[in-house]
Protein backbone atom coordinates (compact mmCIF):
# COMPACT_ATOMS: atom_id res chain seq x y z
CA UNK A 1 0.00 0.00 0.00
CA UNK A 2 2.93 2.34 -0.79
CA UNK A 3 2.53 4.77 -4.06
CA UNK A 4 5.99 3.75 -4.71
CA UNK A 5 4.18 0.40 -6.34
CA UNK A 6 2.83 0.22 -9.48
CA UNK A 7 -1.25 -0.18 -10.10
CA UNK A 8 -2.48 -3.43 -11.25
CA UNK A 9 -2.06 -4.00 -14.77
CA UNK A 10 -5.13 -6.11 -14.34
CA UNK A 11 -7.42 -3.83 -13.19
CA UNK A 12 -5.67 -0.76 -12.31
CA UNK A 13 -6.30 -1.04 -8.53
CA UNK A 14 -3.57 1.63 -6.38
CA UNK A 15 -3.45 -0.67 -2.94
CA UNK A 16 -0.86 -3.20 -4.29
CA UNK A 17 1.82 -4.70 -2.30
CA UNK A 18 4.81 -6.59 -1.77
CA UNK A 19 4.39 -10.64 -0.75
CA UNK A 20 7.70 -12.55 -1.67
CA UNK A 21 9.20 -10.56 -4.32
CA UNK A 22 5.79 -11.01 -6.24
CA UNK A 23 3.50 -7.56 -6.29
CA UNK A 24 -0.28 -8.30 -5.49
CA UNK A 25 -3.44 -7.50 -5.84
CA UNK A 26 -6.08 -7.33 -3.27
CA UNK A 27 -8.79 -6.04 -5.22
CA UNK A 28 -8.67 -8.36 -8.83
CA UNK A 29 -6.27 -11.28 -6.79
CA UNK A 30 -3.61 -10.53 -9.69
CA UNK A 31 -0.74 -11.52 -9.11
CA UNK A 32 2.77 -10.07 -11.30
CA UNK A 33 6.43 -10.05 -10.90
CA UNK A 34 8.12 -6.27 -10.15
CA UNK A 35 9.13 -4.53 -13.72
CA UNK A 36 12.74 -3.62 -13.92
CA UNK A 37 12.87 0.24 -13.67
CA UNK A 38 15.33 2.52 -15.88
CA UNK A 39 15.74 5.76 -15.80
CA UNK A 40 14.00 6.56 -18.84
CA UNK A 41 10.52 5.29 -16.41
CA UNK A 42 11.14 7.18 -13.57
CA UNK A 43 9.89 10.73 -15.22
CA UNK A 44 6.60 10.27 -16.37
CA UNK A 45 4.16 13.43 -17.19
CA UNK A 46 0.54 12.80 -17.13
CA UNK A 47 -2.21 15.38 -17.80
CA UNK A 48 -5.36 16.64 -15.81
CA UNK A 49 -7.08 13.14 -16.93
CA UNK A 50 -4.26 10.90 -16.71
CA UNK A 51 -2.82 10.78 -20.13
CA UNK A 52 0.64 10.64 -20.23
CA UNK A 53 2.34 13.48 -21.85
CA UNK A 54 5.27 13.16 -24.60
CA UNK A 55 7.28 15.69 -25.91
CA UNK A 56 5.62 17.86 -29.04
CA UNK A 57 2.45 17.07 -28.14
CA UNK A 58 -0.24 19.50 -28.46
CA UNK A 59 -2.83 20.09 -25.41
CA UNK A 60 -5.35 22.22 -24.30
CA UNK A 61 -5.43 24.53 -20.93
CA UNK A 62 -8.64 23.50 -19.18
CA UNK A 63 -9.17 26.43 -16.76
CA UNK A 64 -8.39 30.08 -16.63
CA UNK A 65 -4.88 30.82 -15.65
CA UNK A 66 -4.03 34.07 -14.43
CA UNK A 67 -0.29 35.35 -15.39
CA UNK A 68 1.46 37.29 -13.75
CA UNK A 69 2.56 41.17 -15.86
CA UNK A 70 -0.16 40.21 -18.24
CA UNK A 71 -3.52 42.35 -18.34
CA UNK A 72 -5.62 39.24 -19.60
CA UNK A 73 -5.39 35.14 -18.07
CA UNK A 74 -4.62 32.67 -20.60
CA UNK A 75 -8.40 31.31 -20.96
CA UNK A 76 -9.93 27.99 -21.02
CA UNK A 77 -9.30 25.99 -24.13
CA UNK A 78 -6.41 27.83 -25.38
CA UNK A 79 -4.37 25.37 -28.08
CA UNK A 80 -0.68 24.49 -27.25
CA UNK A 81 1.25 23.19 -29.62
CA UNK A 82 4.45 21.60 -29.32
CA UNK A 83 5.43 21.19 -25.51
CA UNK A 84 9.07 20.36 -24.23
CA UNK A 85 8.56 18.19 -20.73
CA UNK A 86 10.80 19.20 -17.87
CA UNK A 87 12.01 17.95 -14.37
CA UNK A 88 11.55 20.95 -12.79
CA UNK A 89 8.83 23.05 -10.40
CA UNK A 90 6.99 22.93 -13.36
CA UNK A 91 6.41 20.43 -16.16
CA UNK A 92 5.87 21.41 -19.33
CA UNK A 93 7.08 24.50 -20.98
CA UNK A 94 5.67 25.47 -23.81
CA UNK A 95 5.00 28.94 -26.21
CA UNK A 96 1.43 30.24 -25.94
CA UNK A 97 0.37 32.20 -28.61
CA UNK A 98 -0.13 35.97 -27.27
CA UNK A 99 1.92 35.33 -24.29
CA UNK A 100 5.47 33.98 -25.42
CA UNK A 101 7.35 31.11 -23.93
CA UNK A 102 6.22 29.83 -20.04
CA UNK A 103 5.97 26.81 -17.73
CA UNK A 104 3.26 25.13 -17.18
CA UNK A 105 2.02 22.40 -14.67
CA UNK A 106 0.35 19.35 -16.17
CA UNK A 107 -2.61 19.72 -13.86
CA UNK A 108 -3.86 22.58 -15.75
CA UNK A 109 -3.66 20.64 -19.76
CA UNK A 110 -4.90 18.14 -21.05
CA UNK A 111 -4.23 15.95 -24.18
CA UNK A 112 -5.43 17.64 -27.75
Not at 12 to 39: A, F, I, M, Q, R
Not at 52 to 63: A, E, F, H, S
Not at 89 to 108: N, Q, R, Y
Request: proline share 5%; glycine share 10%; with cysteine.
Amino acid sequence: MSDTLPQCPSCSGVYTYDLEGLLNCPECGHVWSKPEVSSDDAFVVRDSVGNILGDGDTVVVIKDLKVKGASAPVKIGTKIKGIRLVNADHDIDCTIPGFGKMGLKSEFVKKA
